[in-house]
DNA sequence: CCAATAGAGAACTCAACGTTTTCTAACGGG
DNA sequence: CCCGTTAGAAAACGTTGAGTTCTCTATTGG
């Protein structure tokens, strides 16, 4: 039974440190996007990145924590927000940049993982933090910057209604699973967002 | 090996039908307020409930089938929305119920039946309809009769803006995790909800 | 009172978990 | 450039829970 040559696993290159990692990411994430976070399993993303579990196991305690990783791998640069000169534009521009991420592999891990994390605070308090804080965060300082610019008084501008817009946009993604066109998005800022904010939607530009 | 008389199983009372249903929806509810949804199992279920795992699958598919009913078993009776005589007395008391419902085993099952049916869209559209459908319809109803009452204009209500309340207050208790007071009630409905409608907070009597 | 129904418990197969062992490629210090 | 150390691949293993099937019997409707 001696392997053909070339064949045998122990005489292939070996990967390892960073460039395993991403091949074990990007397994997690093709492994979600092709059969949903509840299907995945340990031996199938070693499978599929030509790793063995041990090595999955020696860098994460189990699933949860491995799946948490290859989402923040995958999660864009967050640093900028978006800048168009008007509230409107802004809203519009996160909230696209927001869609993008929840209706993906991103979006499906943060519910498998709060799902299963629950009982576990300090898990669930680390998926909390991964989408949440950015978003609200992203808009205080886009809404800042209307009220620099006198598009609103700073007196309207509270935590609830900051994460308004982040929830509906949230609760239409994740829980009724419904798309989520332009057309929604634009009713989201012009019926919520910016009469929250003092806006009239009808004297800002299309964004 | 003859056990001794009155411990053998098959000589002891047996439950069918309605009575045994209840008790395993009644241990399906136990284990998730003890464990939570991910540790449950259906060996745990049918010990706890003294029944077998043929009977649970007799009855059920499958552990989501399962937990989906118990859920629906504990629903309290929604067919009467709050009519406190003012908007703010009443989504205020909407949204105390709100609360008790999410912050419970039913909240806690519905992450779990949503994470892990992601996947499979008629049970995810059940599960969605599970909380969704009645906030909204109870919150259409409520506004529907502050317009009658002069409160608010008719103009002002759209899906959206009924929608925002709700979806504050799901993202708070599942995502967030944050305990929600009274207070933090009321943040959410005079920062945003009356707002939304044009009805002001100062105006109206403490809910 | 009897036949049909349905439940309890146990045994079973299968899949995935998480661990351990063996062998060896890759790397780093001298 | 060699050699010891580190870390990876594969395979095998014990364990747990899923879902099924079997036997025996309590319950029930006729």
Redesign the pocket.
């Known amino acids: 039974m001696t392997p053909a040559p070339g064949t ?10 960073a460039a ?1 990692n991403s091949a074990i990411f990007e397994a997690v994430r093709a492994e979600i996007a092709e059969s949903g976070y509840a ?6 993303v ?1 499978e599929r ?11 994460w ?3 949860a924590a491995l799946v948490l990783d290859a989402a923040y791998d995958a999660m864009p640069d967050y640093s900028s927000a978006p800048d168009t000169g008007s509230l409107r534009g802004d809203v519009l521009a996160l909230m696209r940049q927001i869609v993008l991420l929840l209706e993906g592999v991103v979006g499906e891990a943060m519910i498998g993982l709060l799902g299963e994390s629950l009982q576990n605070p300090d898990a669930a308090a680390q998926i909390r933090e991964f989408g949440r804080g950015n978003m609200v965060r992203t808009m205080r300082e886009i809404v800042g910057r209307a009220v620099a610019r006198g598009e609103c008084e700073a007196g309207l501008v509270t935590e609830r209604r900051l994460e308004a817009g982040p929830a509906l946009l949230r609760q239409r993604v994740m829980f009724s699973g419904l798309p989520v066109g332009d057309d929604y998005l634009q009713e989201v800022v012009d019926d919520v967002v910016l009469p929250l904010f003092g806006v009239r939607p009808e004297a800002q530009p299309e964004g």
């Open positions: 045998d696993h122990r005489t292939l290159p070996r990967r390892r440190g395993l299907a995945l399993t340990m031996e199938r070693a990145a030509r790793a063995s579990k041990a090595s999955l196991y020696r860098r305690p189990g699933r």
